[in-house]
């Protein structure tokens, strides 16, 4: 059913029966002269040198190559300015200048993202974000930490924790990833399930429009309650830039746990590892705070460059791994808690080996495992990455089913994901080859997709759409909910300068 439909929805009548094929659906659209945007001249960069510094408008060929790539080599645009604005009125005086123009803007952050949604298609400007770095307060009565977007995650972090409060999403590409482009993307991370989405925690928000005009949704004077007005600023969190440019936001911070204990622990079968998360939920109840689980590939590939604390007797990697933390504010209860909850999974026999962390450093030593996962495979070939989420049954019967799918070809499949929420990081790597091969791209696309759909997941769990996943929207939602998001789209960027050609399916 979905098969078909997706066919049918995209307007392909005359299709191969094997749909999926480069002929029937472009998975890389472009956008031309056709779509009313013009290349950026002479005159416009005398005027962006006009609001910004010489320095703070980069032509230079070898910052914009780094630039127009994300870091997968999956995506190429041919962007030629960079522009680097500081202040949230260079950021309106760049808008409202390009959409007087037509010239089309893709906002951008850290590029650490999976579905090039920060990376032009052709030669959009590039409007970084990066510059935006101050941060401004975190209030010590209500935990209210005030930023600009620019801001890298680990430095906010480090920043909250001198203060004694806890940044409340965590992610592997922390280093240099923005909050900015977190924000854009609605990223989860680890501790989603304690914490929450970033949508949940964010109070407020700086956002400028396409037209120029500074919006100060809750960001200035930042409240815990309030309830004047449509939550407007709830419709930038997840719109990839389509929107508008957030440049700050005002985001609830909750006090650092006074109590972290972790394991790190292997399962023999899928199924036990389903019943731990069970066990889990139940025994540590309030104070679980992550729970990551990583296949044997994933753990293999890693030990090439890190000890495994866990093997089996015969020094082979289990089957399955799995790494749970809790955050609490009695050490005491919280050991307790924990010991009794391993006690149980491994006295029913779902736990077959296990290590409790005995300080900080060691659970530290059990998250760079887990975080060692994604330059591992990337090391190994070209990377195949998709984020999804599925019922957590689903997860071994949509991995079966796509390895199937990958049958006589070169490839390596590891996966691993934030198994608490459903999120499933699903890789596949050519070993020994970085580039792309369409023999194996033709095999997941769009067949992995309807297998997500089928089996009630969804396409983006946290890495937004960008230019790879917007297509498919129009399996995924109705005729009347696209036209209802096409309207949003239009109310904010008539024009359409905003990250053409992404995160909505082509008009």
Known sequence: MVRSLLVQSLGFRNCHRQFGKRDCLSLRP??????????????????????LSDTRVVQDEDTLRVRNTDWTKQFQGRS???LQPSTSGQVAEILQYCQREKLAVVPQAGRTGLVGGSIP????????????????????????????????????QAYCADRDHLVP????????????????????????????????NVLGL??????????????????????????????????????????????????MPRSRQAAFLACDRYEDVLQVLQTAKSELGEILA????????????????????????????????????????????DQEKMEKFLELAMDKGHVVDGVLAQDLSQIESFWNIRESA?????????????????PLPEFVHFIDEMRSRLQGLNTLNANWGHIVDGNLHF?????????????????????????????????SAEHGLGQTKNSYLKIVHDADCLIAMQKIKYAFDPVGILNPHKFLPRQ
């Open 80 to 82: 030629k300015i960079l």
């Open 169 to 200: 999403v965590d992610l592997g590409s922390k280093g240099s990833c923005q909050i900015g482009g977190n924000l854009s993307t609605n990223a989860g991370g680890q501790y989603y399930y304690r914490y929450g989405s970033l949508a949940a």
């Open 206 to 255: 700086e956002v400028v429009l396409p037209d120029g005009r500074i919006l100060n949704l809750n960001y200035q004077h930042s409240n815990l309650k309030d309830n004047t007005g449509y939550k407007i600023h709830q419709l930038f969190l997840g719109a990839e830039g389509t929107l508008g440019v957030v440049t700050g936001v005002a985001m609830l911070c909750p006090r």
């Open 427 to 459: 890789n596949v790597t050519t070993p020994g080859l970085f580039q792309v091969d369409e023999s194996v791209s033709d095999r997941l696309q769009p067949y992995l997709f309807e297998s997500v759909l089928r089996r009630g997941g969804s396409i």
């Open 290 to 333: 992550a729970l990551e689980w990583m296949d044997q590939k994933a753990v293999e590939l890693v030990s090439n460059n890190h000890t495994i604390p866990l093997l089996a007797s015969d020094g082979a990697i289990y089957n399955n791994y799995l790494l749970i933390e809790t955050h609490g504010s009695c050490p005491d209860h």
């Open 374 to 390: 994604n330059p591992a495979v990337a090391a190994t070939g070209y990377g195949y990455k998709y984020d999804v989420s599925l």
């Open 121 to 156: 298609l052709e030669e959009e400007i590039i409007l970084s974000t990066e510059k935006l770095n101050l941060i401004h307060d975190l209030n010590a009565y209500t935990g209210i930490l005030r930023c600009q977007a620019g801001c890298i995650l680990a430095d906010l």
């Open 30 to 51: 472009r956008f031309s002269s056709s779509a009313g945007f013009r290349s950026p001249s002479d005159n416009d960069v005398i005027f962006f040198r006009s609001i």
